[in-house]
């Protein structure tokens, strides 16, 4: 079951950061390339860079897909009942870890929401900027969770 657990919780989070990429593209991809002024390429592209690159490199690559991938690996040696049907919760640290780690969870997930209501609210071609540039991280942070965990799992093993 331990093993169930591990592979739910990798690709649950996954999943979850897919179908945000999902929901979001459509407004990345209707930009109008043609009609952006300098100032909105600037803008674009430090967008890309900040939240595409330097959240999904910084952020995602270094600290949350090794993140995911030890909690995983804790699902792994320790499953239950509860932690095997919300894993990727698990995995994300919304229960089963410290209490700092949990708060940390939830007020990511705060802000998250709170920006996202934020973003809905502008016009184009700002929002699909936006947009754009939160794929590009989230993409970056699919691959990464999926490199740890294959590293984890399939890495080489010194005897």
Known sequence: MGKLA???G???VVLLF???IFRLWPYAANLEWGSLSFLQWIVLIFLVGALGLGKGVGVLHRRYAPRIVKRAHLLLQEPSAFRVLFAPFFCMGFFGASPRRILTSFAVLGGIVFLIIGVR?????WR???DLAVCVGLGIGVLSIFLTAWK???GNKSS
């Open 6 to 8: 591990a592979g739910w």
């Open 152 to 154: 984890a799992l399939f």
């Open 10 to 12: 990798v690709l649950g």
């Open 18 to 20: 897919a179908s945000a």
């Open 121 to 125: 609210q502008l016009p184009a071609p």
């Open 128 to 130: 699909g900027m936006i």
